[in-house]
């Protein structure tokens, strides 16, 4: 009963409660440690705040950070052994630098394997009449196999434009032949950064174009309807199919953009208010883990996304 009471005691003394209650010997010097990260976490949360402006600290960042302070109190109230304590102090004095260290700067997304991008579900983007998306891309690396840069794909419907080592590919799931519809565009090369547009309408055709000229048209049926989230880096279906390389200047538009529309488009100078554009995000900025797009419409979750510095 005594040892109950005495845990209880530190409990409430990490906690902020009865601190009076705490003295010196009713902790250890690796629980009082813990103690005092998880005050100085605590506080940045409390204190810090989010913004998008560059120096800022990133937006999401706090949230990440609770997420470790939430761990060091499961630690300190679950276990009695002192490398326990010690351990959670050391992660969590790391999660701090990280905190601190995620300010909003000039930068570029990098995927690898485990990163994405995810722009929410298929059925909140309405893709199966037409659409258009464009971004710029560079690759660090090719892979054997398909490696997706922006994919709904799912068994049988969806989209994905992607490259199989340095062959860039654009296939729509085809409902009217109940199958994938589509084929290669073009070819690449490591370390160039590349403009890529693909549009689709239905009954029409599915294009594609490198640097604003088209280099591929397919005629195709309807898009059929993806029960996948809409995804960049890597695919929502096959975890193993993911891009080697950077991403920025993300847009997303509600028809089939025309040849001289997407020449135009190559220079990414979008305000977010163009007619028929859903969706846009530059990417130019590191902004944190929830990056909301500039029309102001949909938020992407970024998840182990590597930021590499600006050029």
Same mark, same amino acid.
């Given at each position: 009963?005594?040892?109950?009471?005495?845990?209880?005691?530190?409990?409430?003394?990490?906690?902020?409660?009865?601190?009076?209650?705490?003295?010196?010997?009713?902790?250890?010097?690796?629980?009082?440690?813990?103690?005092?990260?998880?005050?100085?976490?605590?506080?940045?949360?409390?204190?810090?705040?989010?913004?998008?402006?560059?120096?800022?600290?990133?937006?999401?960042?706090?949230?990440?950070?609770?997420?470790?302070?939430?761990?060091?109190?499961?630690?300190?109230?679950?276990?009695?052994?002192?490398?326990?304590?010690?351990?959670?102090?050391?992660?969590?004095?790391?999660?701090?630098?990280?905190?601190?260290?995620?300010?909003?700067?000039?930068?570029?997304?990098?995927?690898?394997?485990?990163?994405?991008?995810?722009?929410?579900?298929?059925?909140?983007?309405?893709?199966?009449?037409?659409?258009?998306?464009?971004?710029?891309?560079?690759?660090?690396?090719?892979?054997?196999?398909?490696?997706?840069?922006?994919?709904?794909?799912?068994?049988?419907?969806?989209?994905?434009?992607?490259?199989?080592?340095?062959?860039?590919?654009?296939?729509?799931?085809?409902?009217?032949?109940?199958?994938? &519809?589509? =084929?290669?565009?073009? $070819?690449? /090369?490591? %370390?160039?950064?590349?403009?890529?547009?693909?549009?689709? !309408?239905?009954? #029409?055709?599915?294009?594609?174009?490198?640097?604003?000229?088209?280099?591929?048209?397919?005629?195709?049926?309807?898009?059929?309807?993806?029960?996948?989230?809409?995804?960049?880096?890597?695919?929502?279906?096959?975890?193993?199919?993911?891009?080697?390389?950077?991403?920025?200047?993300?847009?997303?538009?509600?028809?089939?953009?025309?040849?001289?529309?997407?020449?135009?488009?190559?220079?990414?100078?979008?305000?977010?208010?163009?007619?028929?554009?859903?969706?846009?995000?530059?990417?130019?900025? &590191?902004? =944190?883990?929830?990056? $909301?797009? /500039?029309? %102001?419409?949909?938020?992407?979750?970024?998840?182990?996304? !590597?930021?590499? #510095?600006?050029?």
């Amino acid at each position: 009963m005594k040892t109950i009471v005495k845990r209880l005691a530190l409990m409430l003394c990490c906690a902020g409660l009865f601190l009076a209650s705490c003295s010196d010997d009713e902790a250890s010097d690796a629980q009082r440690t813990l103690m005092e990260v998880i005050r100085e976490a605590e506080t940045l949360v409390a204190e810090v705040e989010e913004g998008t402006s560059e120096g800022d600290i990133a937006p999401g960042s706090k949230k990440i950070l609770q997420a470790w302070i939430d761990q060091a109190y499961f630690i300190m109230n679950n276990t009695s052994r002192e490398e326990g304590y010690a351990n959670a102090a050391k992660r969590l004095e790391e999660a701090i630098a990280a905190f601190n260290a995620n300010i909003v700067k000039p930068g570029i997304p990098h995927f690898a394997l485990g990163s994405k991008m995810n722009l929410g579900a298929s059925s909140g983007w309405g893709l199966e009449d037409a659409f258009t998306v464009e971004m710029r891309v560079r690759f660090s690396e090719f892979a054997p196999g398909d490696q997706c840069i922006v994919s709904n794909e799912s068994g049988a419907g969806g989209f994905m434009v992607r490259n199989n080592a340095d062959q860039l590919q654009f296939y729509i799931y085809d409902a009217d032949i109940n199958n994938w &519809n589509g =084929g290669g565009c073009c $070819t690449i /090369e490591l %370390g160039t950064w590349y403009h890529i547009a693909a549009t689709y !309408a239905a009954g #029409d055709k599915m294009v594609f174009y490198l640097d604003g000229k088209q280099v591929s048209s397919v005629s195709c049926g309807t898009l059929a309807a993806s029960a996948s989230d809409l995804q960049l880096g890597t695919s929502p279906y096959y975890s193993d199919r993911y891009m080697r390389g950077d991403i920025q200047h993300v847009s997303i538009w509600e028809d089939a953009r025309t040849a001289d529309e997407v020449a135009s488009d190559v220079e990414c100078s979008f305000t977010g208010t163009e007619e028929g554009l859903t969706a846009y995000w530059p990417l130019t900025l &590191n902004v =944190g883990t929830e990056i $909301t797009d /500039e029309t %102001g419409s949909y938020v992407a979750a970024m998840t182990d996304v !590597a930021w590499l #510095d600006a050029e």
